[in-house]
């Protein structure tokens, strides 16, 4: 996601956390408390006004503007409504963007097993930071946990790690990745 100044240096996963419970339709303070209840993103947490700051982006998208059905085609319409669906119902969102749309759209044709949540946040992670995309969706983590993928950042063959909610990536895959063991190797 962009940001403006504040929330630049905010560790990636301390920011999709903020996302996250801002999207889940928690307000900021509620936002800083849960934050603080983790014991490893507590320490890691900004201060309430980059909390603002990155949950207000979360809720208005990328910029794009919102999607609507009125001028898509069918593919488009079988793939983005039940994800538009399960966003007004699980989200503080009531739309996607047109741009989470067309990457939606392309998951659903190239990964049909991925789930409603998992295209979503895929989707929207990839219109904020499409940094290392290609290679997430190479090695398809949510068909082995990203395991496959967390080894081959972790040996410095891709540079950034991703770990978006709902795709499948388990918590032993971001361990590999962020430097913890690695028994399989």
Known sequence: ?????????????????????????????????????DEQLGPRAPGIRTIQAIATAARRGDGSG???SLDAPADELRAVLPVLAWVVERTARRSVTVTEAGIITRLAAYAPELSESARFWIARGLAGDAAGADYFLAFTPWLDGGLRYARAFRSGRIDTFHSYLGSGVTPEAVDIATGGSDDNA
Request: hydrophobic share 30%; no cysteine.
């Open 1 to 37: 996601m962009r940001q403006g100044r504040q929330g630049k240096r905010t560790d990636k996963d301390v920011r999709e956390a903020i996302e996250h419970f801002a999207l889940d339709g928690e307000r900021t303070q509620r936002i800083a408390e849960l934050l603080a209840e």
């Open 66 to 68: 919102p999607w609507s």
